[in-house]
């Protein structure tokens, strides 16, 4: 049984999920946020750049908005 087989019950094609070795539940937001709490420094930066994506978005500030990714990093190396 491959690793992919042993973690996915079963495997649709050799390709999917050729690098996943394990799986574990996500923690939930609530849970994060209890074991992290943002401190008011980090609430209120949050806050604000909020509120400057909002007026990016609405027009009412004329600097350029990027969002970047990926999302996520499967491969480090590549990444960089």
Known sequence: ????ESVQ???DSPLENVNV???KPLPTPSE?????PASRQVSQFI???????ESILDKD??????VVGPCSIHDLKSAR
């Not at 994060?32 to 992290?36: I, V």
């Not at 604000?48 to 994506?53: C, K």
């Open 32 to 36: 994060l946020k209890a074991e992290l």
């Open 9 to 11: 019950g079963s495997v």
């Open 47 to 53: 806050a604000d750049s909020r509120r400057t994506v």
């Open 21 to 23: 070795l394990d799986r």
């Open 1 to 4: 049984m491959t690793t992919a």
């Open 61 to 66: 500030d004329q600097r350029l908005l990027v």
